[in-house]
């Protein structure tokens, strides 16, 4: 299939839309497809750039890649590689410009593939995002404030009917996840997950 597509989603603070767009593609296709995502949100927005970047640029494999944005998304913290190598993003696609009098935040980054990668918005709007990645939010106070939340008195029913729509098994996963705050195996060792996702969904 070689017909170019053009697609635009409003109001896109979850990306998951846009994923799941891009890989209903037909296999083989081989047009050009231009994606416009505007998000009034600024948080959401600089969040959505992140991931972006983080999986069509070069670097980690598309594997490693998906699943440092799946935590990203989901888990409130992070290994130290993954958040190492989400401190370097962050400053390859915003550097100084935080800091910077221009007006306008502009930045084109190459892909994995033949296409790229643009983000344009008013330099105001990456003033919160960066200062977010920037705080000193340490583990446990990510992990107090996380369990605040998710097990707020007034969220009791909330949560017991989520799990009762769910197999046993998949209640079990599910406690498990809010228990730890990492989407994980349960096998999988936790102990390297030790930096906060200043990053996370909000």
């Known amino acids: 299939m070689y017909q170019n597509i053009k697609l635009c989603f409003t109001a896109a603070s979850d990306i ?17 497809c231009d994606i416009l ?30 699943e440092l944005v799946v935590h990203l998304m989901y888990s409130s913290r ?49 003033k919160r995002p960066v200062e977010m990645f920037l705080s000193r939010y340490e583990l446990p106070r990510a992990m107090r404030r996380m369990k605040d939340v998710l097990f707020d008195a007034l969220r009791v029913d ?19 996840f809010w228990k730890t705050g990492v989407l994980a195996p349960f096998s999988l060792d936790l102990s390297t997950f030790v930096d906060p996702n200043r990053w996370g969904a909000k």
């Open 16 to 32: 998951r839309n846009l994923v799941q767009t891009v890989n209903a593609l037909p296999k083989g296709y081989q047009g050009k």
């Open 37 to 66: 995502i505007n998000e009034f949100d600024t948080i959401a927005s600089n969040r959505n750039l992140v991931i972006l970047y983080i999986l069509m640029t070069g670097g980690p494999s598309i594997e490693e890649a998906a």
């Open 158 to 176: 909330e949560r017991h009917k989520l799990l009762a729509g769910l197999d046993p098994p998949h209640r079990l996963a599910q406690n498990h």
């Open 78 to 126: 992070l290994t130290t590689n993954g958040a190492a190598y989400l401190r370097r993003c962050v400053h390859t696609i915003y550097g100084d410009s935080s800091r910077s009098s221009d007006m306008a935040f502009q930045r084109t980054f190459a892909t994995r593939g033949r296409g790229r990668l643009y983000s344009a918005q008013p330099a105001m709007a990456i």
